[in-house]
């Protein structure tokens, strides 16, 4: 089995929205944000509501896209059905007797290929698969490392699983077993390994005459929103660098796909670690 490992990239997903935008649908939104009761029943104002904090962060997600090719021989017997008269069949000059069944028995070579492909968006922090489609649609900007995406106003969130699990997922998805009396290609491209970084923002409002404090978690790219109770987090994953998310190594690889053939085609990331 040969298996290679071909781009490794962060990606930036830009919002479609100017943050004065998102702070007037934030701003729109702050009576319901202390919920259906106090709308109704307490029914605060507008302008009793103000906005405290704001926090920008980007959230992580990885896809992975995988392709195996399996070329190989094999032999098989068909059995060929034949009208119930047929006692004798000539085939490329062979007899061939016919069973009681009706059928006779044809020994062939037969000359295979199959091509597999495997797409796979995990969640950070255990893996999961879960689906991200909707933020594939938005223009993304590579970056050169996270670096690139820290500033004093913006934090990071950062996966706990790393780019060798993505990769060890999508291999042994397309892994099979063949029965082959020969085998001609069998290798598994693992195409793109891609961590995805999408803009988030919280606004912590206050209600001054209840002294009561709610967050809105504005998400940038679809326009969906949530309340969370409290104060906006303060605390978020610890820092990684580039080389500890990705990973993907022939040492790496070799405990998910024991025996396996690593080439390491090197994408931008895993060149620049090769070099070090």
Partial sequence: MDINIGEEKIIELASPLTFDEIRNKA?????????????????PKPEEIEITQTQKRYEPFWYGAARAVYKYDRRHRYQVPTAPEVRLVTFYET????????????????????????????????GSERDYKKYLAFTG??????????????????????????VGKLTQALMKTIQADKIYEQRIDVEQVILYFRPVYAFEFWWKTKDKR???????????????????????????ENDDLFDIGSDVVGTFVPGANIAIKLGRLAARKALK
Avoid: W, Y
């Fill in 214 to 240: 709610q967050v809105i978690e504005f998400n940038a790219l679809t326009d969906e929103q949530r309340a969370e109770p409290g104060q906006i987090k303060k605390q978020i994953s610890g820092v990684l």
């Fill in 141 to 166: 900007k590579e970056v050169e490392n996270l670096d690139a995406l820290r500033d004093e106003e913006t934090l990071l969130v950062m996966p706990e699983v790393r780019s060798s699990f993505l």
């Fill in 95 to 126: 007899e061939h007797a016919v069973e009681k069944d009706h059928t006779f028995a044809l020994n062939a070579l037969e000359h295979c290929e199959e091509e597999l492909t495997k797409e796979l968006m995990l969640e950070p922090q255990h």
């Fill in 27 to 43: 701003m729109a939104k702050r009576v319901d944000a202390f919920g259906t009761i106090a709308k109704f029943m307490q029914r």
